[in-house]
């Protein structure tokens, strides 16, 4: 799905299947945010071949948490060039709970381990602008990444439409997620791109979207 010129969004669809949505950034460097799933990862594949983008032509992987439905593919990009990062509270996450995960989900810290840390602030890849906050509360090291060219704000599972990251998993805090999500009020947004469900399109929309969260989902933390 093309949102601009620069900007696609591959939004996963299944009711009955978890994976993440997942987002590229078309920039001097590609950027890729939330690869998702390792066994689910063919359906990003082929809208990047629709594209004529390959794995290797992807510069940068972003991840919002180290969840994994959000990050579990960064596997595949171990054999290439390309770079990956996150909080570094997220990899202290993994690395706390990596006996679990790997029983779970097969995964060891040293096929996902991030090549560097995103710690909040502007961030700068290859002349393109990006703000990175933290923004805890679905987990300890969430990040949402905002491009200011176009008004684009990426939450991970901080918040959806109509709806909110849950805070019962390990290192989640309610009180947290409010103030994340009243940070991120004060943004001008054009795209609201969650990681899962539908994304938010309309300065309007997207302060609806804030309304409603804060009216209806925010008291019953």
Known sequence: MQLTDKLYAFPWRSATINNCNTYLIDGPTRILIDPGHFRLFNRVENELKKLGIGIKDIGLVLTTHAH?????????????????????????????HRDFIDSVFGITPEAIAPDFFLREGEFWVDGLELKVLHTPGHSPGSLSIYWPEQKALFTGD????????????????????????????????????????????????????????????????
């Open 68 to 96: 994994p439905d959000h990050i579990e593919a960064i596997k595949l990009f171990k054999s290439s060039e390309t770079l990956t990062a996150l909080h570094e509270k997220e990899w202290e996450l993994i690395k706390k």
């Open 158 to 221: 901080l918040i959806f439409k109509n709806g909110i990251g849950r805070t019962d998993l390990p290192g989640g805090s309610s009180a947290q997620l409010e103030n994340s999500i009243s940070r991120l009020k004060q943004l001008d947004v054009r795209f609201l791109l969650c990681g899962h469900g539908d994304i938010i399109s309309g300065n309007k929309a997207v302060r609806d979207n804030f309304e409603t969260i804060e009216r209806f989902y925010l008291p019953l933390l």
